[in-house]
């Protein structure tokens, strides 16, 4: 299984430019997350969903978009770009049971510079 | 407000140096708590849940534990390959947004 897999892996913008972060994961989870990593910050949530069609914003959603149109794959847009979305991007995908969202499998991430 | 916090940011040890990794959480209600290793340029990779105080898990020099206010992460005769950051992410509720990470440990064992 390729679990999830995230591209592009790394992607320079200019400031004002847009572009579109994809997402899949075939182990038919039901939940997905975004999230971006910077340094001293862990990890923080920008949107996720918990299933095809829905979507949510999380801690940092400002900038952001999403959609999630098919269970496996989940998408990311940046609409107009800023130095202060410089960062690394994640997607995750996790089980739901009755205690919530079980642990999450992340794809290899997506550095994403703004200049 | 809820919070994790985890200690030390950095900590090096001499292979074999067994030592203790800390995260510290104020939460209102306690769902779950994961532990994850994250290698430099990768995404991070699952290790162990814990759900009530007491509970206790292993995988190999690695052992997990939970107090009603932290978790410990001992690591037991380290070997370099265990050199990686490790993070801890409290469920502090049922929605997907109650999941908080903390900033992690940089742990670097010296051969």
């Known amino acids: 299984n390729a679990g999830v897999t995230q591209t592009p892996k790394f992607r320079v913008l200019k400031t004002g430019q847009s572009m579109t972060l994809l997402c899949a994961q075939d182990m038919n989870h039901e939940y997905m997350y975004w999230y971006r990593q910077d340094p001293g910050m862990g990890l923080r949530l920008i949107h996720y969903?918990?299933?095809?069609?829905?979507?949510a914003k999380g801690e940092v959603p400002d900038g952001y978009n999403v959609s999630r149109l098919k269970k496996q794959n989940f998408l990311l847009g940046l609409e107009s770009a800023a130095p202060s979305q410089t960062s690394v991007y994640f997607c995750?995908?996790?089980?739901?049971?009755?205690?919530?969202?079980?642990?999450?499998?992340f794809g290899q991430g997506t550095r994403l510079t703004v200049v | 407000e809820d919070q994790v916090t985890q200690s030390p940011e950095a900590l090096r040890l001499q292979e074999g140096e067994s030592s203790s990794l800390n995260c510290s959480y104020t939460v209102s209600g306690l769902r779950g708590l994961f532990w994850y290793r994250q290698d430099p340029g990768k995404g991070p990779e699952f290790l162990f849940t814990?759900?009530?105080a007491g509970e206790e898990k292993e995988k190999e020099r690695l052992k997990a534990t939970l107090t009603k206010k932290e978790s410990f992460l001992h690591i037991t005769a380290p070997k370099p390959e265990d050199s990686a950051t490790y993070l801890c992410?409290?469920?502090?509720?049922?929605?997907?947004?109650?999941?908080?990470f903390g900033s992690g440990t940089r742990l670097s064992i010296r051969p």
């Open positions: 969903s918990v299933g095809e069609g829905t979507t």
């Open positions: 995750a995908s996790s089980y739901f049971r009755d205690r919530g969202p079980t642990e999450a499998f």
């Open positions: 992410a409290v469920q502090a509720g049922s929605s997907a947004s109650k999941i908080i």
């Open positions: 814990l759900y009530s």
